[in-house]
């Protein structure tokens, strides 16, 4: 049976997972819960973040990524400070350490601080390929950004070339200065933990061929399935939040996707 695309799903992350093909995915974006033992609010909206487990929760679902990518395809896990080691080990073991391709730091450098240590002001993301080398990356069509120390490039260049490149910024390294989604901003939608189109959009540029099928097991607000409307790729996306598939639902219906939603 053909596989249907550009769907919302009401459901477990690990229950959709296991209903979806082998190797039906070509990228996929898994932002979970992080495990802060806290319930994560914006406005009336809310979900738990709490587990017996967190370790097992991991494993379970890597499992689940691994067995859903294509040859092709890549994972993003989304995770931070809290678990994200333990998180490594249990992925390195599911994919296989000779196909992580490494870490992403989102560095974000906003709200409040501490006085007794550094201020935590990133998260980081782990990203696997199901077969290192045979997996999608395209350079050339990832957003640049402003060099750093732009007159370095009129070293051993000639001053066209360097004034070229300057014009044309860099590719991004792994660590990734882009704002969070401030309170007023437009893209704001009120679900907890919203991620920024910004930092979906790179990813899904980098990683996915036109046309491709993104998979995103814990939507929350929705941003996968815009992004990767937007873009020119497919999505399944599911939550097991009727709150998250309701703004999901709401965003696509007002950004003009067709999608259907499954309860």
Known sequence: ???KTNVVYLSEASRLMSELSEGSIDLIYADPPFGTNNRQRSGDLSYSDSFDDYVQFIKEHAAHLQRVLNDSGTAYVHLDYRWVHYAKVELDLTFGRENFLGEIVWSYNFGGRGKNFFAKKHDTILVYAKQKGHHVFNYDDIDRIPYKAPEMQYVG?????AERRIAAGQVPTDV???PIIGTNSRERVGYPTQKPTSLI???VVASSPVGGVVLDPFCGSGTTAIVAA?????????DKSEDAVRVTG????????QFDTVR
Do not use: K, N, P, Y
Request: proline letters at 0%.
């Open 250 to 257: 709401e965003r696509l219906t007002h950004a003009m996707v």
């Open 157 to 161: 260049r000639s001053r066209e070339e």
């Open 230 to 238: 937007s873009v020119g790729r497919r999505f399944i996306v599911c």
């Open 201 to 203: 959009r790179r990813i």
């Open 176 to 178: 990734w200065d882009i």
């Open 1 to 3: 049976a053909q596989m």
